[in-house]
C-alpha cells in the first residue's frame, strides 16, 4: 500500500489550495479514504472522510462549508479542496486508509496559511 499527497504550500488567509493523494497497491475503489492533520504541537484531527463510490462524505466542523473531498476511483486519487483558509488550519495533511485492521498513512503534505 502506498499513499502519496501533493498539492501543500503556503497560501495567504482567505485563499485556496487543493490537496491530492494518490493511492497504490490496494483496490482503490472498494475503500473509504480519509484525510486528517496534524497541526504543530497537537494531536492528529480527523478532517473528512469519502466513501467508496464518493456518493458520502463527511467533514470536521473545522472545516465543513470550507473543505471539499472528492475522488476520481479511475486515476486511484482523493483530493481535499481547501477554500477559506485561515491560519488554524496550518499542519501537515495525511491521506488514510484502512485495510483490514491496519491502518495506513502517506508521508503527509505541508500546509502553511500566514500573511
Known amino acids: 500500500v502506498q499513499l502519496v499527497e501533493s498539492g501543500g504550500g503556503l497560501a495567504q488567509p482567505g485563499e485556496s489550495l487543493r490537496l491530492s493523494c494518490l493511492a497504490s497497491?490496494?483496490?482503490?475503489?472498494?475503500?473509504?479514504m480519509m484525510w486528517a492533520r496534524q497541526a504543530p504541537g497537537k494531536g492528529l484531527e480527523w478532517v473528512s472522510n469519502?466513501?467508496?463510490?464518493?456518493?458520502?462524505?463527511m467533514y470536521a466542523d473545522s472545516v465543513k462549508g470550507r473543505f471539499t473531498i472528492s475522488r476520481d476511483n479511475d486515476k486511484n486519487t482523493v483530493d481535499l479542496e481547501m477554500n477559506s483558509l485561515k491560519p488554524e488550519d496550518t499542519a501537515v495533511y495525511y491521506c488514510?486508509?484502512?485495510?483490514?485492521?491496519?491502518?495506513?498513512w502517506g508521508q503527509g503534505t505541508q500546509v502553511t496559511v500566514s500573511s
Open positions: 488514510s486508509v484502512l485495510l483490514r485492521s491496519n491502518r495506513y
Open positions: 497497491g490496494f483496490t482503490f475503489s472498494t475503500y473509504g
Open positions: 469519502i466513501y467508496p463510490d464518493g456518493d458520502r462524505t
